[in-house]
């Protein structure tokens, strides 16, 4: 599958937002949709370059989406500076409207890592009914240190049974009160090292299938 990256910015409120557009040439004409991806914690050397937020780029690159990464402010070409989480969040917010009003009517999927799968979370519960995401994809969610709020019930979440950063336990007991599946990867850490192949295939498999309208 090849693919060209295009490097954008979108106006946030904290200034401009550095992103990096993946055109897929798997499908003709248009895109199946807008997959837009959130990285790592800024503050501990997460950016849109991520081997895992890059992972999830090509799961859904494969299957026709185009992709959108993006840098949170205060990092790479992205203006302002770090805003406790809340400003993240606004980032995403502004990144999705740009993004996903190209796409029409198209499938949006919202996914995020570690961090960045809790400003996913964040920024889907603050849209309106008509905005929400077909899809949602976390991996590694921040949810000892971050409050999650509740997620759809289709929402594929995958954590590392041996996560260093983000106890297991942690998004276990997020998931159990919302009867939550979580894929847990077994000796798996935080950083999916040597089973990036693994993932972008568990990630593929389980957005091939229908979405589940709830």
């Known amino acids: 599958m090849n693919s060209k990256t295009l490097r954008q910015s979108v106006a946030g409120p904290a200034g401009a937002i550095e992103c990096a557009v993946d055109l897929s040439d798997r499908v003709n004409g248009a895109a199946r949709g807008v997959a837009v991806i959130c990285h790592p914690h800024p503050l501990h050397g997460g950016t849109m370059d991520n081997k895992v937020v890059q992972?999830?780029?090509?799961?859904?690159?494969?299957?026709?989406?185009?992709?959108?990464?993006?840098?949170?402010?205060?990092?790479?070409?992205?203006?302002?500076?770090?805003?406790?989480?809340?400003?993240?969040?606004?980032?995403?917010?502004?990144?999705?409207?740009?993004?996903?009003?190209?796409?029409?009517?198209?499938?949006?999927?919202?996914?995020?890592?570690?961090?960045?799968?809790?400003?996913?979370?964040?920024?889907?519960?603050?849209?309106?009914?008509?905005?929400?995401?077909?899809?949602?994809?976390?991996?590694?969610?921040?949810?000892?240190?971050?409050?999650?709020?509740?997620?759809?019930a289709d929402t594929l979440v995958i954590h590392g049974e041996a996560d260093e950063v983000v106890p297991l336990s942690s998004t276990l007991d997020w998931a159990r009160p919302q009867s939550l599946p979580v894929v847990v990867f077994p000796g798996v850490g935080h950083f999916f090292h040597g089973q990036l192949a693994l993932l972008k295939s568990v990630v593929v498999q389980h957005l091939q299938r229908p979405a589940v309208v709830s």
């Open 55 to 152: 992972t999830l780029a090509r799961a859904c690159l494969q299957l026709g989406w185009t992709t959108v990464r993006f840098n949170f402010r205060g990092i790479g070409a992205s203006e302002g500076a770090w805003a406790d989480g809340v400003g993240e969040v606004d980032d995403a917010l502004a990144v999705i409207e740009a993004h996903r009003a190209q796409g029409g009517s198209a499938e949006f999927v919202l996914a995020g890592f570690s961090f960045g799968a809790y400003v996913a979370s964040q920024a889907a519960s603050r849209l309106p009914q008509a905005h929400q995401p077909q899809r949602m994809v976390l991996v590694g969610p921040s949810t000892q240190k971050q409050q999650m709020p509740a997620v759809p």
